[in-house]
């Protein structure tokens, strides 16, 4: 059964998508501007780590599995539920070298829900479930506010709200001297 859901069309698009989203964050990562550098760093642990359905899966495949031998399915399910979240942690720490926690922890929980949502959606017919209007209005609702967080720690976008206009760019740190026991902060403006 399990095969037959990672060779159903949508789901093997979205497989294709995630790589093609991958491989954008690989080009914003190495040739793209500051601030695309930053929102690609910031988001490709996430996004990796939100291939919640390996963990799922290879946990569900383990429960109903009798036989004696695993089969290749089972061990592909593992590697992938252990491989795809420990490389979202290491982009993650890598992304925490480059800026500052606050940023890099929510542009990763971030990308980790939608990424997620995205996939459930996709494989487990997440929409299918919702029974009432409310939960088709708050759902998708609460993943565009997260999404506009996002959007606003990635840029420096400026806010204005009763009169007052607040620059939401993240502190830079530097951190060219490690092994020091100082640590310089810059409040951009």
Known sequence: EIRIQYLDPPFVAYFIAMGFWVICLFIMVNYGSSMWRRFAWGVAGGSLTGLQNFVKDALAALNGFNGRYYPWEIWFLMICAVSF??????????CMKHYDATYSSSMFVGSFVISASIMSAIHYHTFDNLKTIWNFVLYPTGLLILLFGTIILATDMKIEWMGCTKSVEPVAVDRSNVGANTMTITVLA
Do not use: A, I, S, T
């Open 85 to 94: 979240p420990l490389l979202g942690l290491l982009l993650l720490m890598k």
